[in-house]
């Protein structure tokens, strides 16, 4: 995210009515709802997550259990228990 000034990009006009809500301060302007990409679609962190949770149920159904994958994978016993939970419920790939 850049900053842009306000004063460049709009008009006049619309500048002072804005300074009416907010003087001097900086303002998130959000993107359009259609315009908003899903998460992790820019990088490959939702890819490697999906990797990890399979990896993990593969474990569990090996029978490794709940607290060993806890901590072998840096997680909370919860964390673990809701990723056995959503991928018992995926379709089969």
Known sequence: MSYQKANHLLPA???ELIQQYVD???IYIPKKEENKKPWGSGTTTRREL???NATIYADYLKGIHTSTLA???YL???SIQR???KEK???MR
């Open 24 to 26: 001097g301060e900086s």
């Open 13 to 15: 006009e619309l500048v």
């Open 50 to 52: 999906d990797i990890r």
């Open 76 to 78: 909370s016993l919860k």
């Open 71 to 73: 901590e072998k994978y």
């Open 83 to 85: 990723i056995i939970l």
């Open 89 to 91: 419920s995926r379709p």
